[in-house]
């Protein structure tokens, strides 16, 4: 069985800094991973996933994350936020091969202030 | 390309009644999923079908909870009775496929609150 844990769930931030999102995974097969975003009273967008190959992902709106296997890690950045990314983030874990059954995390809230 | 539709997007009820959600896939997309989001956890999933055949429905309360996708196209999701602890958001989501690579896209979802 796969879990997800999202070590924060409030980050604020100032406009215009850089910001990181923690997500820790826990399985015993291979997995690929995903981080979503949820607008207020939205569905969740992809931003961005981890299936093979490099670690380092690039997503929409200018995020990227880096899957680390041996810190069973995927953590998120963005260089420089905008306002309009205060959202709920969502960290989430498949088992490749498997049913396409996703776990999620508990969601991180990030806050940014002008 | 529209997207996946729910519908109502809210519901208000009383506990002991019974309720009904809707969800229409992306054109295209086998694969349905129903989520169930409790305010301030992450989405879990309720049932999984691939065309019309349940694939995942193992934390599905069977008890009060059903879902059929008849034609493997749309969707209902209904709770009967509804009790306090079902209030929550619905979502609802489809893929092309059931491969774990495959992006889930996620309708609005539908808000129910049970009084």
């Known amino acids: 069985a796969q879990s997800v844990t999202q070590l924060d769930s409030q980050v604020p931030v100032f406009e215009e800094a850089p910001v990181e999102l923690r997500c820790n995974y826990s399985?015993?097969?291979?997995?690929?991973l995903f981080w979503y975003v949820q607008y207020p009273n939205q569905g969740l967008q992809l931003l961005l996933k981890?299936?093979?190959?490099?670690?380092l992902v690039k997503g929409i709106n200018g995020f990227e994350a880096e899957f680390n296997k041996s810190q069973t890690s995927f953590h998120l950045r963005k260089p420089s936020v905008h306002i309009s990314d205060t959202a709920e983030y969502f960290c989430?874990?498949?088992?490749?091969?498997?049913?396409?059954?996703?776990?999620f995390g508990a969601g991180t809230r990030l806050a940014v202030h002008p | 390309e529209a997207g996946v539709a729910q519908s109502p997007r809210y519901k208000i009820i009383e506990k002991r009644q019974s309720v009904a959600f809707w969800c229409n896939p992306i054109?295209?997309?086998?694969?349905l999923y129903w989520y169930q989001q409790i305010l301030g956890q992450g989405p879990k999933l309720l049932i999984q079908?691939?065309?019309?055949?349940?694939?995942?429905d193992s934390q599905l309360p069977k008890d009060r909870f059903s879902a059929e996708r008849l034609k493997g196209v749309d969707s209902t999701l209904k709770i009967q009775p509804a009790k306090l602890e079902d209030s929550a958001v619905y979502l609802c989501?489809?893929?092309?496929?059931?491969?774990?690579?495959?992006?889930?896209?996620f309708g609005p979802g539908t808000r129910l609150l049970v009084l």
């Open positions: 054109s295209g997309h086998a694969t």
């Open positions: 989430a874990v498949t088992q490749s091969g498997g049913y396409n059954k996703l776990i």
């Open positions: 399985s015993s097969v291979s997995v690929y």
């Open positions: 989501a489809s893929s092309l496929a059931p491969r774990g690579q495959e992006t889930q896209y």
């Open positions: 981890y299936l093979s190959g490099s670690t």
């Open positions: 079908f691939q065309n019309n055949g349940v694939v995942d």
